[in-house]
């Protein structure tokens, strides 16, 4: 699995915990320094099943200093995709892939249900 986390965010601090302490094996990506492209994102998205919104980090500083709230509505899916890709902190994060499921944010019900 690979386990693409902002080391310093609270949640994914919790959600690597959560792995680590289940022993369930994982690589780590870093979500700043290896932002997923847009083609990743792409998969990633089409894989999770959830509306291309939902892979925003709503409460990001980035997602409000360019307020997206109200500019995503009038973007295609293209260009929602290739800003994700421009700035890892606009992705909604952790992101867990494994072979069947992505899975963005945590919730640790929803990782319960996949990870078994």
């Known amino acids: 699995m690979v386990f693409i986390e902002y080391p310093s965010c609270g949640t994914c601090k919790k959600a690597r915990k959560y792995l680590e302490e289940r022993k369930i094996p994982f690589t780590s990506r870093h ?3 290896e932002t997923p492209s847009a083609e990743e994102l792409r998969t990633f998205w089409e894989r999770s099943g959830l509306p ?3 892979l925003f980090n709503t409460s990001g500083q980035s997602y409000r200093n360019q307020n997206l709230k109200e500019r995503l509505d009038q973007m295609t ?3 929602q995709l290739s800003l994700l890709a421009s700035d890892g902190m606009l992705i909604k994060r952790p992101i ?5 499921f992505v899975l963005f944010g945590f919730r640790e019900k929803e990782w319960e249900d996949k990870l078994g």
């Open 96 to 100: 867990l892939i494994g072979d069947h």
């Open 77 to 79: 899916q293209e260009e």
């Open 52 to 54: 291309l919104r939902k």
């Open 31 to 33: 979500i700043v320094k």
